[in-house]
């Protein structure tokens, strides 16, 4: 089984949506966690802050400068992750499907690299 990388992906200064919509997304995150679960495919995922909460290191003449966050600035940035196994691509695409319309986010799934 390989492992995959589906990552979402959220607007950029767009106003969180309200309380009863984001209530029935996460309903339907936990829904497609216990399915990973059961399926023995989950192995770890996590929303993460925004990305002005982020510290950047930057190599530079044998030092290291320490910047506050982003690394780039873009339309939209990485929100969360989960990292999955399964067999094939198109088996773990249709877990990206099922992201995309859970959270009705841009979803990205990539292999990890040395993965047979």
Known sequence: MKQYLISIYQPTGHQPPDPEFLTGVM??????RTELRAAG?????NGLHAPDT??????KDGEVLV???PYV????????????TAPDL????????RYALATT??????PFQGEA
């Not at 309903?27 to 497609?32: A, K, M, Q, S």
């Not at 986010?105 to 990539?110: F, N, Y």
């Open 41 to 45: 495919s989950w192995v770890f995922g």
């Open 73 to 84: 600035e873009g339309k939209e940035y990485l929100g969360g992750f989960t990292i999955i």
């Open 27 to 32: 309903r339907e995150l936990e829904t497609i």
């Open 67 to 69: 910047t506050d966050g």
């Open 54 to 59: 982020a510290t950047v290191l930057r190599p």
């Open 90 to 97: 198109d088996a773990a695409l249709e877990w990206g499907r």
């Open 105 to 110: 986010l841009p979803i990205e799934v990539r």
